[in-house]
Each structure stands twice: as C-alpha cells, then as structure tokens.
T-cell receptor, first 115, second 114 residues
Framework: NAGVTQTPKFQVLKTGQSMTLQCAQDMNHNSMYWYRQDPGMGLRLIYYSASEGTTDKGEVPNGYNVSRLNKREFSLRLESAAPSQTSVYFCASSEAGASGRNEQFFGPGTRLTVL | AQTVTQSQPEMSVQEAETVTLSCTYDTSESDYYLFWYKQPPSRQMILVIR????KQQNATENRFSVNFQKAAKSFSLKISDSQLGDAAMYFC???????????WGAGTKLIIKP
C-alpha cells in the first residue's frame, strides 16, 4: 500500500497562475482533507470531504477550490495564485466519520512557492 | 473556539536521556481526542500517540508516553531513552468527537545531541 500520495512534491508559480494539487489514497478511506502548513504554525484545514460526493470548507478556504473526483482522489485547485498561498500543503485521509477515533493518515506534502 | 498551545519552540536532549514536551489546550467540550504527531525533515506527518479524553489511564507506545491532566487541560509527551532518530518537529493536536477538524499547536523542534 502506498498510503496517501501527493503530486507534485514541489512547485513554483507566478502570481496569478493556476494549478491543481493532486491527492490519492489506497486505503479505502471515506474522508479526505487538505491542510496548509506555514512556518511557526500548526496545520490549518482548508477543505475536507466527509465522503465521496461531499466537500466542506475548513478554517482557511479562501482562494481555493476542491474536487472529490472519486473515493480515492481529492484535488485542490488554486485559480489565481497569490504570494500568501506560499506554503506546504498536506493531504490526509481517514476511515469515516468525524470522530477522533479515526486516525488521519498524511501524504508527504507539496511545497508551493508563489512569486 | 478550541486552541492548542505548545510553549516550547525548541528543546534539546542528550541521546539516551528523557525529555518532556509540553502542550496545553482550551475547550469546553468533554469528548475529544488528543494526539502527538512527529514530523521529521522528510515532512511526513507520523502519528506518535493518541489519548481519548474519557480514559483516565495515560497512553503509552514503547518509549513514548503522555501525562494527560484533563482538569488542567494539559497533555505532555515524554520520550524516554532518546534516540537520534527522534529528532523532528513534534506537534500536539486536538480533535473534538463531533467534527472533522484537527486543531494543531505550533510545534516543538526536538534536537538530539549525540
């Protein structure tokens, strides 16, 4: 099992460019998440998908959109990148439901720089 | 709103010794979970240990144990017999039993001196 995979690992964009971060999991998990990690801060939730076909905003959704393509894949799109979106982005998945009993498994992250 | 505070930006310990990382949290909820995650230079976020708030017994995982003080809203991580591979950022996180969001502390950088 690969677990949670993310592509790309690194990306540099110019202000105003768009891009999509890809995430896939092979653990048959129902719930998936996108976080961003900024220096000196913990992770912050951007969007999550409780189950296939549903998505909801997290703590910092502005400037992002998501698509739950199928049970395995959950993508994050930046329509018009801004320097404030320079960060490390993590995708995670968990079995099902909101309970903290369901451990979240994380991908390796994507380091995004917006110039 | 729930918050998680890690007051130690950086800690160092001699190899083979014991170190304790601090975490406090603020919530009015009674049902929740607490976690310690390790993030090595590879960036991969790895779950170290988990504690259910309804359990009085402190969780242990090999060399890792927690001191959970529910009334004080404190959740510290003790690493015994520190090893060079323990060097990493350590994050404390809080999860209510009623929603999907993990609330994270800012992290503590742990340095292991050989």
């Amino acid at each position: 099992n690969a677990g949670v995979t993310q592509t790309p690992k690194f990306q540099v964009l110019k202000t105003g460019q768009s891009m999509t971060l890809q995430c896939a999991q092979d653990m048959n998990h129902n719930s998936m998440y996108w976080y961003r990690q900024d220096p000196g801060m913990g992770l912050r939730l951007i969007y999550y998908s409780a189950s296939e076909g549903t998505t909801d905003k997290g703590e910092v959704p502005n400037g992002y959109n998501v698509s739950r393509l199928n049970k395995r894949e959950f993508s994050l799109r930046l329509e018009s990148a801004a320097p404030s979106q320079t960060s490390v982005y993590f995708c995670a998945s968990s079995e099902a439901g909101a309970s903290g009993r369901n451990e979240q498994f994380f991908g390796p992250g994507t380091r995004l720089t917006v110039l | 709103a729930q918050t998680v505070t890690q007051s130690q930006p950086e800690m160092s310990v001699q190899e083979a010794e014991t170190v304790t990382l601090s975490c406090t949290y603020d919530t009015s909820e009674s049902d929740y979970y607490l976690f310690w995650y390790k993030q090595p230079p590879s960036r991969q976020m790895i779950l170290v240990i988990r504690q259910e708030a309804y359990k009085q017994q402190n969780a242990t995982e090999n060399r890792f144990s927690v001191n959970f003080q529910k009334a004080a809203k404190s959740f510290s991580l003790k690493i015994s017999d520190s090893q060079l591979g323990d060097a990493a950022m350590y994050f404390c996180a809080f999860h209510m039993d009623s929603n999907y969001q993990l609330i994270w502390g800012a992290g503590t950088k742990l340095i292991i001196k050989p």
